[in-house]
T-cell receptor, first 112, second 115 residues
């Protein structure tokens, strides 16, 4: 009920391409969906987040697409750059609740 | 703004020893959260504290683990009698108010290795 499933586990994309990471959740009560970016040796950093009242949110090259009926959401990174190489985690929570339920992460590598 | 400070960055303990992990939240943040990251896994919630109070410890193992956030000083995550399975990265986060939607700021973590 509390799981968030994330795919793929790893992803290699050429510079300038589009990186797409997918997540699916089970608990229909979740109403806050953030994405975190983590570089080696660092803690996760909030990248972008969405609430289920909208189907898409864009911030610069990063876009979250949200499909409430399918209980799925995805991160799109446009014009991917080598500096985007990191591990990306999706997460879900109840608004106002302290517990984030994280996906297992996607290791993204952008090659020249 | 120094961010969330965790120390030590790396900690090696022999089986049966105690591990103490410290976390100083961001200035102005009074809500602290601890998460554990096992190799190749996402982060798992452990405990949520405010000053002098444990608010939610539903993710803490029932034995050997404890957490505190005293009136003065950092938050401490304490693991007694460590075992190999405790080897993980432990992350602390803080926020200005209750709720992950306020935007957690994570520290760089403490990597605990039990030998």
């Amino acid at each position: 009920q509390q799981q968030v499933k994330q795919s793929p586990q790893s992803l290699i994309v050429q510079k300038g391409g589009i990186s797409i990471i997918n997540c699916a959740y089970e608990n229909t009560a979740f109403d806050y969906f953030p994405w975190y970016q983590q570089f080696p040796g660092k803690g996760p950093a909030l990248l972008i987040a969405i609430r289920p009242d909208v189907s898409e949110k864009k911030e610069g090259r990063f876009t979250i697409s949200f499909n409430k009926s399918a209980k799925q959401f995805s991160l799109h990174i446009m014009d991917s750059q080598p500096g985007d190489s990191a591990t990306y985690f999706c997460a879900a929570a109840l608004l106002g609740n302290e517990k984030l339920t994280f996906g297992t992460g996607t290791r993204l590598t952008i090659i020249p | 703004n120094a961010g969330v400070m965790q120390n030590p960055r790396h900690l090696v303990r022999r089986r049966g020893q105690e591990a103490r992990l410290r976390c100083s939240p961001m200035k102005g943040h009074s809500h602290v959260y601890w998460y554990r990251q096992l190799p190749e896994e996402g982060l798992k919630f452990m405990v949520y504290l405010q000053k002098e109070n444990i608010i939610d410890e539903s993710g803490m193992p029932k034995e050997r683990f404890s957490a505190e956030f005293p009136k003065e000083g950092p938050s401490i995550l304490r693991i007694q009698q460590v075992v190999r399975g405790d080897s993980a990265a432990y992350f602390c986060a803080s926020s200005p108010a209750r709720g992950s939607d306020y935007g957690y700021t994570f520290g760089s973590g403490t990597r605990l290795t039990v030998v």
